[in-house]
């Protein structure tokens, strides 16, 4: 039954009438939603319709669906009221969004040409409301059976971005120190209880307590200085003065919303939407002309941000303009903002896992040398230990040593230090197997640990490095070059390892070999007999 309806502001009870004659009515298309001057506004609204049963309905069970309906309704059929939703003032309460009404047969039989009068009756304590939502006629059984992708869309998109917020929420409580996983955790919270506002059950729940319209309008305008601290994090520009304004706008903005009365709300919330939207559209734009091009997923953070923001622009003009269609993904349900959101949690869920990701391999990973960092060997060779401990088998730990590095950066200069460096992890890397760990141990140190080796295959990789090493030539400025050998100590435990005790055996082996002559090898077997270190070529 959409398209063009009867419509009249006010309230007459004789307006149910079958006979009445509506023509001076003004023309509402359906779905819409009415308008109203608040000085002049009392919330009452009528619609009227002739509807045509076809003969298909003769006879049959009647009924009708309305999708929404804000917020209190009556229906009349033939001026005979069939149903509503809520009560009427004086004892006002909102109806549910979703209503089917049965229409007795002794109603449809009163018309011998299958004309009817279908008359709705609507009070909305906003400035705005009416007949939102498709409005349907066929057998009552068939309705019954159909079921509305509101609630389930909803739902679904509530019970997702409350995940997405419950799982940063606690990725921030693990560390401290990830303040964009907070802000975007109250974000996606703060726009899961908005978009449980448009839900039934949740608005019938909260009903007691506040208007699930205003909290609505509360949750949306609390996400404001959130998204406004997730984009500063995200950017680089805490305390920023624009961004200060924004949020000292958005707090007198949620103050309001707690004392103004519904009818007044309703009127300048459409105006907060697009000053809101307007003012996060600034932060992305402030974001960019601050050359934050460097940031990490930049781009991917500015489409995200400016779809969000525009999408609320665009549901904010659509309600005032007749040159902005509105396009709803359900009844009632700001379409625009929903996909806006989604595209944002998805590009900022993509840059901060990338930037965490990022964190993580710099703090396990030597940036010069694209080898592990001490820590994180000491850990694998501890838990490698208590595998050999269990199991049997053994593990070796080859502790290298630059020989008279001290002099190459003395000679060449540091950049040329940080050359030679970089060659040694890249020789290691290119000399282990993927299942071995090679580590910077610090300065010109390095150690390796080789999983389930012995002394034989501990021997053969150290002697292999040792002379790739000293065939290795890094060429300076000039056409010189610089030749680098190492002092290796290597150590294999077997059986009941002790870790601590592994890696001073090896610092003991290296350093015997650096007092040997430098470009020695040294090992020893942790459990031999005295420890007998046995020098090697």
Same mark, same amino acid.
């Given at each position: 039954?959409?398209?063009?309806?009867? &419509?009249?502001? $006010?309230?007459?009870?004789?307006?149910?009438?079958?006979?009445?004659?509506?023509?001076?009515?003004?023309?509402?298309?359906?779905?819409?939603?009415?308008?109203?001057?608040? +000085?002049?506004?009392?919330?009452?609204?009528?619609?009227?319709?002739?509807?045509?049963?076809?003969?298909?309905?003769? @006879?049959?069970?009647?009924?009708?669906?309305?999708?929404?309906?804000?917020?209190?309704?009556?229906?009349?059929?033939?001026?005979?009221?069939?149903?509503?939703?809520?009560?009427?003032?004086?004892?006002?309460?909102?109806?549910?969004?979703?209503?089917?009404? &049965?229409?007795?047969? #002794?109603?449809? #039989?009163?018309?011998?040409?299958?004309?009817?009068?279908?008359?709705?009756?609507?009070?909305?304590?906003?400035?705005?409301? +009416?007949?939102?939502?498709?409005?349907?006629?066929?057998?009552?059984?068939?309705?019954?059976?159909?079921?509305?992708?509101?609630?389930?869309?909803?739902?679904?998109?509530?019970?997702?971005?409350?995940?997405?917020?419950?799982?940063?929420?606690?990725?921030?409580?693990?560390?401290?120190?990830? /303040?964009?996983?907070?802000?975007?955790?109250?974000?996606?919270?703060?726009?899961?209880?908005?978009?449980?506002?448009?839900?039934?059950?949740?608005?019938?729940?909260?009903?007691?307590?506040?208007?699930?319209?205003?909290?609505? %309008?509360?949750?949306?305008?609390?996400?404001?200085?959130?998204?406004?601290?997730? =984009?500063?994090?995200? &950017?680089?520009?805490?305390?920023?003065?624009?961004?200060?304004?924004?949020?000292?706008?958005?707090?007198?903005?949620? $103050?309001?919303?707690?004392?103004?009365?519904?009818?007044?709300?309703?009127?300048?919330?459409?105006?907060?939407?697009?000053?809101?939207?307007?003012?996060?559209?600034?932060?992305?734009?402030?974001?960019?002309?601050?050359? /934050?091009?460097?940031?990490?997923?930049?781009?991917?953070?500015?489409?995200?941000?400016?779809?969000?923001? @525009?999408?609320?622009?665009?549901?904010?003009?659509?309600?005032?303009?007749?040159?902005?269609?509105?396009?709803?993904?359900?009844?009632?349900?700001? #379409?625009?903002?929903?996909? $806006?959101?989604?595209? &944002?949690?998805?590009?900022?869920?993509?840059?901060?896992?990338?930037?965490?990701?990022?964190?993580?391999?710099?703090?396990?990973?030597?940036?010069?040398?694209?080898?592990?960092?001490?820590? %994180?060997?000491?850990?694998?060779?501890?838990?490698?230990?208590?595998? =050999?401990?269990?199991?049997?088998?053994?593990?070796?730990?080859?502790?290298?040593?630059?020989?008279?590095?001290?002099?190459?950066?003395?000679?060449?200069?540091?950049?040329?230090?940080?050359?030679?460096?970089?060659?040694? $992890?890249?020789?290691?890397?290119?000399?282990?197997?993927?299942?071995?760990?090679?580590?910077?141990?610090?300065?010109?140190?390095?150690?390796?640990?080789?999983?389930?080796?012995?002394?034989?295959?501990?021997?053969?990789?150290?002697?292999?490095?040792?002379?790739?090493?000293?065939?290795?030539?890094?060429?300076?400025?000039?056409?010189?070059?610089?030749?680098?050998?190492?002092?290796?100590?290597?150590?294999?435990?077997?059986?009941? =390892?002790?870790?601590?005790?592994? %890696?001073?055996?090896?610092?003991?082996?290296?350093?015997?070999?650096?007092?040997? +002559?430098?470009?020695?090898?040294?090992?020893?077997?942790?459990?031999?007999?005295?420890?007998?270190?046995?020098?090697?070529?």
């Amino acid at each position: 039954l959409g398209g063009e309806w009867r &419509f009249q502001q $006010g309230d007459d009870p004789a307006w149910a009438a079958a006979g009445l004659d509506d023509r001076g009515w003004r023309t509402m298309v359906v779905p819409g939603e009415w308008e109203a001057t608040i +000085g002049e506004y009392d919330g009452f609204g009528w619609y009227r319709r002739e509807v045509v049963l076809p003969p298909s309905l003769r @006879g049959a069970p009647v009924g009708l669906r309305f999708a929404t309906v804000g917020d209190a309704f009556e229906v009349f059929w033939n001026g005979v009221r069939v149903g509503g939703s809520g009560r009427m003032p004086p004892e006002f309460v909102e109806g549910a969004l979703s209503v089917l009404i &049965f229409v007795p047969d #002794s109603l449809l #039989s009163r018309s011998g040409n299958g004309r009817h009068v279908l008359a709705v009756r609507v009070f909305n304590d906003y400035a705005y409301g +009416g007949v939102m939502g498709p409005v349907k006629v066929g057998r009552y059984d068939v309705l019954a059976q159909q079921r509305s992708p509101r609630p389930v869309v909803i739902g679904g998109l509530v019970s997702f971005f409350l995940a997405i917020g419950v799982y940063h929420l606690a990725f921030f409580l693990r560390r401290r120190a990830a /303040r964009e996983n907070l802000w975007f955790a109250a974000v996606c919270l703060a726009v899961s209880v908005y978009g449980a506002t448009y839900a039934d059950e949740f608005g019938q729940a909260v009903m007691p307590w506040i208007n699930p319209y205003r909290l609505g %309008v509360l949750a949306m305008l609390a996400g404001g200085p959130f998204f406004v601290a997730l =984009v500063d994090e995200l &950017f680089g520009l805490r305390g920023a003065r624009h961004t200060r304004r924004v949020t000292t706008v958005l707090a007198a903005c949620f $103050g309001a919303t707690l004392a103004l009365p519904l009818r007044m709300l309703a009127e300048m919330v459409l105006w907060m939407d697009a000053a809101i939207a307007i003012g996060l559209m600034v932060i992305v734009w402030r974001a960019w002309r601050l050359g /934050r091009k460097g940031t990490a997923h930049a781009s991917t953070l500015l489409f995200g941000t400016a779809a969000f923001s @525009g999408t609320m622009l665009y549901d904010a003009l659509s309600e005032y303009s007749s040159l902005v269609p509105v396009a709803r993904l359900l009844p009632g349900t700001p #379409s625009a903002f929903w996909v $806006g959101f989604l595209v &944002f949690v998805v590009t900022v869920g993509i840059a901060t896992a990338g930037r965490w990701a990022l964190t993580e391999v710099t703090a396990l990973t030597d940036p010069m040398t694209g080898l592990a960092r001490r820590h %994180v060997l000491e850990d694998a060779l501890r838990r490698e230990a208590e595998r =050999v401990r269990r199991t049997g088998g053994s593990l070796a730990l080859v502790l290298i040593d630059l020989d008279h590095f001290k002099r190459v950066n003395d000679t060449h200069g540091h950049r040329v230090g940080y050359l030679v460096l970089e060659r040694v $992890g890249r020789l290691l890397r290119a000399t282990t197997r993927n299942l071995d760990l090679p580590s910077r141990f610090g300065g010109e140190e390095f150690a390796v640990l080789l999983y389930d080796t012995d002394l034989p295959g501990a021997l053969s990789f150290a002697e292999r490095f040792r002379g790739t090493l000293r065939d290795m030539r890094c060429e300076v400025a000039h056409g010189q070059t610089v030749q680098v050998t190492a002092s290796v100590g290597v150590a294999v435990g077997t059986d009941l =390892v002790d870790p601590q005790a592994l %890696v001073e055996l090896a610092d003991q082996a290296l350093y015997r070999a650096k007092n040997s +002559g430098r470009d020695r090898l040294v090992s020893v077997t942790l459990g031999a007999a005295d420890h007998e270190f046995v020098p090697a070529r």
